[in-house]
């Protein structure tokens, strides 16, 4: 049976370099299926990696119809899938107020809906020893005004994440949700860039090639977190010893400054 690493959202950022970073350290795999909606993008990438073939596969995992054509490509071909990468995502930064209906409906759907569909449709292919990775986000430890259906989004990943590992963990397959802080990508630039970012966030802004890099290391070691970075280790440790409304007045008052 074909050996398969499945990366949605692999047309750019996080989910690209996944793709780049799986290549060059199991090229022993059959293929790479790579899924986002910009055809032209995984044609790119397609042509630039040489290690392992990739497949190019179009689609919008937000429509349930594009879901169902990922089902039935699977059901015909029973790959091995031996890593799932959910990396497709989308964030906004602005007040619930000021958000459109459509976003926020958006972002909850392809962040939270569309993780668990490809999720679902994708375990009954992963064999023993296969491993799975969320792409959460540092905002899933605490509330964050300003980014709050993103936040709130992020932390049912990691809660989904960390109860689907330990359903899984008879079958030896291993959940890792990935916690990074701001990353440098395209999806910072959607977000406004660094100008719009809050000032105590900018200095921990970090590279896709390191966050991948530790997150491909602690699935291979069994954890569900991946954390990377000192700061929002500490963060993360904070956010559960302090109240939530402590942070949450730090955190004004330091966009405030």
Known sequence: MMKTAVV?????GM????VRQLALKYSWLDEIWVIARRAGEL?????EIREVSVRPLPLDISREEDLGKLKTILGKEKPRILFLVNAAGMGIQKEFARTSLEDILMMTKLNCTALTGITRICLPYCPEGSRIFMLASAAAFVPQPGFGVYAASKAYVVS?????????????IQVT????GPVDTPFLEKMGGKDRMPAY???????????????????????????????????????KLLPHSLILKLMEEKSDS
């Open 8 to 12: 949605t959202g692999a047309s750019s």
């Open 160 to 172: 989904f994440s960390r109860a689907l590992n330990r359903e899984l963990k008879n079958r030896r």
């Open 201 to 239: 966030k900018k200095p921990f802004i970090a590279s896709p090639r390191q966050v991948v890099r530790k997150a491909l290391r602690d699935g291979a070691r069994g954890r569900e977190l991946s954390v990377p970075g000192i700061f929002i280790k500490c963060l993360k440790a904070g956010c």
């Open 15 to 18: 989910g690209r370099e996944f």
């Open 43 to 47: 044609e790119k990438l397609k042509e």
């Open 177 to 180: 949700a990935v916690c990074p």
